[in-house]
């Protein structure tokens, strides 16, 4: 069972009993493209999960049942001040100071700079995190696959934020995969990932709305994106989750 060591005894205990008790049956084979070309040829695309849109786009709208199945495009040049943040379930304290928490997208500039990527979609893909209605996030996923796709896109990393995200950002990877984009998923909930049946995944645990660790920590950011990388080069079958090396220190408030 998943621990989560750096909150105090009630809140970890919460979050436990919810991964244990969490169920998602998963009746399809878990969907596959593997890398048709070197990673360095690649052209790669960023999704999360964290309720980011830009204060100019609409706010994401809630179903009857909680949560949305919209996403939203933004640049990956923005100014992190113009962004606004819809999805509260999480403590957004850490990536108001630093947006590479939740959507590296400057340790993916980093990995185009290192030669590890070929170059990143003009974009990134945010979504809502809680999204319920399930038919409904099929048919964005779709919408963001045919865009990538026409984009000449190869690969896409996604990046969850909260726990209820780690389904969200699983469903939507699959979805990718069967489009015949190969992705690599971080998971902060493993039960959830492995009950989704991820394509590829990174299990990390970090507190929630800090994926990729501390604000300003470029060093353990780039450590968790390189991980990725590697999965996408080294794992040769579909569901396979391998556990990175990072550790948070500390108690969260």
Request: negative net charge.
């Amino acid at each position: 069972m998943t621990k989560y060591p750096f909150y105090h005894r009630d809140r970890a205990a919460r979050y436990e009993n919810y991964a244990a008790e969490y169920v998602f049956e998963q009746t399809e084979p878990t969907a596959w493209t593997p890398l048709q070309n070197p990673l360095r040829q690649a052209q790669a695309a960023l999704i999360v999960s964290a309720g980011l849109r830009l204060q100019t786009q609409h706010e994401f709208q809630i179903g009857e049942k909680g949560g949305s199945s919209e996403f939203r495009q933004i640049s990956i040049h923005i100014n992190p001040a113009d962004l606004a943040y819809d999805f509260t379930s999480y403590d957004t304290s850490e990536v108001e100071k630093d947006l590479n928490v939740l959507a590296p997208v400057n340790r993916l500039k980093d990995l185009v700079d290192a030669e590890e990527i070929r170059g990143i979609h003009e974009t990134f893909f945010s979504f809502f995190g809680l999204c319920p209605e399930l038919e409904e996030l099929q048919e964005s996923a779709l919408k963001v696959a045919n865009t990538l796709i026409e984009a000449g896109v190869d690969v896409a990393f996604l990046v969850p934020a909260n726990m209820v995200c780690n389904q969200t950002m699983g469903l939507v990877a699959r979805t990718l995969e069967r489009a015949g984009i190969s992705t690599v998923t971080l998971s902060t909930a493993r039960e959830i990932t492995e009950q989704v049946k991820v394509p590829r995944s990174i299990f990390v645990n970090h507190p929630f709305g800090r994926t990729l660790g501390k604000a300003g920590d470029k060093e353990g950011q780039h450590a968790i994106m390189m991980e990725m990388v590697q999965a996408l080069k080294s794992l040769q079958r579909p569901g396979k989750m391998i556990e990175s090396a990072a550790r948070w220190e500390g108690l969260i408030e």
